[in-house]
């Protein structure tokens, strides 16, 4: 096991520095201190070279010049808050309104956009881990109350990669984090994540509306492109999406949470890549990168469906829905999340 620093551009002149944790199998995962960003994630070729099972970029500029918020960590509330307001024990808060009149991915100041303070890094036989930490006011991203985050990455010799959130408050806030990384392990000249193999432990997804809000409604998988009950290419679930306003998924899937069953297993027959997930929370959103915007990139490459976001958390809009989850942290309580990803190559 091993970690090394390595220099990563410069944020809003702020020097950026990449961590490299490589395990005994030679598994490679890189990290970070911008926005805890999962930069890649290799892992050793048949041919005795090394192949990313994300999309990635070696120049942070291609991280930050677009809105996809490309494999940052998100908070403090992933996904969109409806009305950019909510209720939090009888108290009415009023939150930046980043997507029309919503709030998305934590409005413009949330996790994804500040350099996160490096608290710790460990290496022992059998694992390395980074903790990274971030302390956010109400000035700085309109959320009530000052959060302290801390977000632990470990990589194991079983080729486990898991990110642990812990988060404090000194008042009544929420808490609902993920990770935006986007998977594609075909080869790199592969265009589009169709010959993907997706399988979710899910029945159920959400209904929303226009602006992809929940109506609270679940809606069965059965008979509908939603359904990767068994496994199934992605190819075909997205052509039956082809006439749809986002021609592809941005959607919620309820899921049995679990670290010891997979969530979801993401597969390339091709190469023999695969991607295990592992959330103890009950909602997947999986957006598959429906864009041609030319600063969506992966080694220079721009095409709708180049990856696919699978991103772990609570129910979306839960402030709305509380059947959904309870999100709110209170004072003085500390609120802990696991996502974890099991790679076989």
């Known amino acids: 096991m091993d970690i090394a620093q390595v220099p990563f551009g410069h944020f809003k002149g702020d020097q950026v520095t990449k961590y490299v944790m490589t395990n005994d199998n030679g598994v490679q995962v890189g990290i970070l201190d911008f926005a805890g960003l999962l930069q890649s994630f290799k892992v050793p070729t048949k041919d005795g070279g090394m192949a990313d099972m994300v999309l990635t970029s070696e120049n942070l500029d291609e991280f930050t010049n677009n809105g996809f918020c490309t494999n940052r960590l998100i908070g403090r509330v992933a996904g969109r808050i409806a009305h950019g307001e909510f209720k939090i024990f009888g108290k009415t808060v009023k939150l930046e309104q980043n997507e029309g009149e919503n709030t998305l991915h934590g409005g413009t100041n949330g996790f994804y956009n500040h350099i996160w303070h490096v608290d710790d890094t460990n290496v022992t036989g059998d694992y390395a881990s980074i903790t990274l930490s971030l302390t956010l006011s109400e000035k700085d991203d309109t959320f009530p109350g000052t959060i302290h985050v801390t977000a632990t990455y470990t ?71 939603f359904d990767f009950s068994k496994p199934t290419r992605l190819g075909d679930a997205l052509e039956q999406m082809a006439s749809t306003k986002e021609n592809g998924f941005d959607d919620i899937w309820v899921v049995e949470p679990s670290l010891t069953k997979p969530v979801a297993t993401l597969e390339d027959k091709a190469s023999g890549r695969k991607m295990e997930l592992f959330s103890d929370r009950n909602g997947l959103v999986m957006y598959t990168m429906n864009s041609d915007d030319q600063a969506v990139y992966n080694h220079g490459q721009v095409h709708p469906h180049l990856g696919i976001a699978m991103e772990a958390q609570t129910l979306s809009d839960a402030p709305h829905h509380p059947e959904f989850g309870d999100i709110t942290l209170r004072p003085n309580e500390k609120k802990n999340c696991t996502i974890k990803w099991h790679v076989e190559y």
């Not at 079983?158 to 808490?175: C, E, H, Q, R, Y």
């Not at 986007?182 to 159920?204: C, E, F, G, P, R």
Request: aromatic fraction near 8%; proline fraction near 4%.
């Open 155 to 225: 990589l194991d010799n079983d080729d486990n990669l898991t990110l642990k959130f812990g988060a404090t408050s000194d008042s009544d806030t929420v808490f609902n984090p993920t990770n935006h990384t986007y998977w594609n392990m075909a080869h790199a000249d592969v265009k589009t994540v169709d010959n993907l193999i997706l399988q979710v432990n899910s029945q159920y997804h959400l209904a929303v509306d226009g602006g992809k809000i929940p109506t609270g409604e679940k809606i069965a998988n059965a008979g509908t492109p």
